[in-house]
């Protein structure tokens, strides 16, 4: 059984539709990438994979579960436990140190753990930038700090939107390189929405969207 | 508060027990899948409700009133099952308390017989109490139709408030938050609250326990001090009562009472929340910190009827903290005048009669002093008239328990029965010689001066180790 499986899904915003039918499916562990121009709907896309949204129409389902169909309540549980979530924004609360915006994000998937927010940091290369507040990390930092936050509950699931937008390209190699090394050890799934066909290139398949339909999906050789 | 509505308080608050018990019973019941038993407990109530009237009814008939007893056995039940929840606690967490026991707690048969209890401990003396406290009320009105109507008042809107707490969908999974061992407990509280078989004056057996624990603190000062450890010795004789006095102080046998009550819930607590994380085998520390987190959100859940208990106890405690003493009958003093070496206590006045059983107090100014003399109508209907003081207490003076008819000591709460009274010694009040007329009665002023010298400054206590 696919561990993402989205059928015939539909979004409307009021007389606009951004996705018109949309098919995918994807397995346990396999790295995907959702490329296509902007306004294409690939961000609606992953948004309603993650539960961040509702559909107009169509199903989502995943690792076996219709997200459709749960509450509000059942589904942030679900989204907590099963999903991580990195953003072209990092979203930090800006007077928390690195290690402390980690650990919020286990607070409110169980309890902290300060020893492993610092080695999952330290793991990520930020062993020495654990106390410093977001605003004196480097974007690359900042964005590795994201990972940190987004892989510490062990999730499934990673969704990516538009990691690297902000990064240089010394920058998004290095985040390429540790989402890379990190989907080796840690057998999630990784659902990652891009424009840039250079970070499409470290997927194992490409989706493109096109006007809120898939156009291809092929493999990366 | 008027005896009618008393009437109804009483059934009222009888109901509402029966209420929280059954919401406590059949939620938990509900919890642990055993729903079968909700049967076993229903027939427990129907019997106890049957048994209970029959009862009564029986007592009644007969004229037998075992209100204090059955007073005593609702304290009695009370304690333990504070005791019992403490032992529930640790067979709780594995401690086998019942040894090859236990298993005959796996047999249904078993396990119905239990719950067919619950209804009986709670409520059969608390019922039948309350029928004959009632009873008692149609007696002193004269007017039992109205009394029983406004008891059936009570029933009936406990009934109304239980059928429509039976119609809520309830969010939240009340048999979640109890095991075993607070079931117990909230039970304990629930009879500490609703415990009395009167009205509101009787809601609650703080006042009662209280009284107990100073007793107790009294009775071991007694035993210990005065006659086992150290009876003669010079350093503790005499004045000593004043220091270890606090003992069984007001302020004393209320702290003392205080963390009797609350520490079987703090146990509870304590046990609860710090006894060691069993072994747990996650694939990852995500997993591990869920798992964590949710036996951690198990034990707060499973300690907030504990706290919940505290609570209850420290609350019903500041109400009722004064009431058992306000309960007493201690009349002013009047005052009365010395003259030419006497003192005269007027027997009879408008509104006042010394003979009529209850105790009455009058006071005379010394120098800077104000001395309370007491009187008071003995059994056997001669008159006693004493200083309000006895010869080991502090001058605390006495008080009488409306109930029961007998004095008791302020100070260290000691009831002493009126035949009694007028004897030397003990902690009886210290007699005075008075001349007994028909209008009134006359004492010498020096006796009394005497005798109160001698309580003043532990003459009185010395004499007792010389005894």
Known sequence: MSFILVGGLTKHYGTTTALKGI??????????????????????????????????????????????ALSEDSLSRFRREIMGFIFQQSHFIPYLSAAENVMLAQYFHSICDEEEAREVLTQLGLGDRLH?????????????????????????????DEPTGNLDRENTILTLETLKELHKAGQFTIL????????????QRVVTIEDGRIVRDELNT | MSLIPEALVISLREGIKVIIVTILILSYLKEINQTHLNKAYFSGVIFTLIFSIGAALYLVIQGIDIRSEIASIIGLTFALLFIGSIGALYQYQGVNLFGPLKVITQFKRI??????????????????????????????MGMAAATYLSASSGFALAAGIGLIISRVRWRIKIGSFFTPANLLLFFGIVLLIGGGIKGFAEMSLIPAVQMRVMKLFHDLVHMFITFLLIPDHPLIAGRMWNTIGFLFSAGAAEAFTIGL???????????????PLPAFEAKTRGEMRKYIKGLKMERRRKSIPAALAMLVILLSWYTVREEGFNRWHNPKPIPVAESEGHVLIPLARPGMDVMDGSLHKFSFVHGDEIIRILVIKRPDGTLSVCLDACEICPP?????????????????????????????????????????????AMIESAEILKKYQDVKTGKTKESIHKK
């Not at chain 1, 004196?136 to 994201?146: D, W």
């Not at chain 2, 009550?261 to 006894?275: G, Q, W």
Request: aromatic share 6%; net charge neutral.
């Open chain 1, 192 to 203: 990652l929405v891009t424009h840039d066909p250079f970070v499409a290139k470290w997927a």
């Open chain 2, 261 to 275: 009550l609350l520490l079987p819930p703090s146990v509870f607590i304590y046990k609860t929340m710090a006894e």
């Open chain 1, 132 to 160: 410093h507040r977001p605003s004196q990390l480097s974007g690359g930092e900042q964005q590795r700090v994201c990972i940190a936050r987004a892989i510490i509950n062990n999730p499934k699931l990673l969704l990516a």
């Open chain 1, 23 to 68: 098919d995918l499916e994807v397995q346990e562990g396999e790295w995907v990438c959702i490329m296509g121009p902007s306004g294409s709907g690939k961000s609606t896309l992953l948004n309603l994979i993650g539960g961040l949204d509702r559909a107009t129409g169509g199903r989502v389902a995943i690792d076996g579960v219709e997200i459709n």
């Open chain 2, 396 to 440: 605390e003076g006495y008080a009488q328990r409306p109930k029961e008819g007998d004095l008791i000591c302020i100070y260290c709460k000691t009831p002493i029965p009126l035949m009694t009274v007028g004897s030397p010694g003990g902690c009886n009040p210290i007699p005075l010689k008075a001349l007994v007329g028909a209008k009134e």
């Open chain 2, 111 to 140: 396990r119905e017989l239990i719950v067919f209890l619950v209804p009986l401990i709670m409520f059969l003396p608390g019922l039948i109490g309350s029928i004959l406290h009632i009873n008692m009320v149609s007696i002193i």
